[in-house]
């Protein structure tokens, strides 16, 4: 993958999971430590999720990587919010390192994210947050319900995909 430049003097690599098994254990621990702890998950459980992330179909993990080391991810799934079954597919697990913040990672990974999903033939996504509407408002996404999780109120939001690949 081709390096993107962030911040001046900065270049982050956006990259499957399933290229880099290593990473497995940090984006466990991220999920479980930011969602799954709060949740009833358990850590076991969400690096079985990983490690199931492939290429072609879903769950599809992305990393963010900077100087080799992991800085932030998202995954593509089938499934991720009980409440709404019937909605498929997700964008869940966008996580940046809270030292990588705001140099527009999370942004560059929903950007990748929508593209594998075109890839992958869906037609819309769908994802629920209860503290970052505004940063999936400026992707582009809309919120379509609102509904509770262990975490409290969220916005569950959509965005339909383009008909034609994104560059």
Known sequence: MTPTPMVPGTLVTIDYLERFPHFISVCASWTFGHWGCQAYGSYEQARLEFGAAT????????????????????????????????????????????????KGIATLLIERLEQEALRLGCK?????????????????????????????????MEKALPSTPLI
């Open 55 to 102: 290429i072609s179909s879903m769950p599809l993990t992305l990393v963010a990587i900077e100087d080799a080391i992991p800085v932030g991810m998202v995954t593509l799934a089938d499934r991720d919010f009980v409440e709404k079954s019937h909605l498929s597919p997700w964008l869940k697990s966008l996580f940046v390192h809270p030292f990588h913040r705001t």
């Open 124 to 156: 819309s996504l769908y994802l629920i947050t209860e503290d970052a509407r505004l940063l999936y408002e400026r992707s582009g996404w809309q919120a379509i319900d609102y509904v509770q999780t262990p975490h409290g109120a969220a916005a569950l």
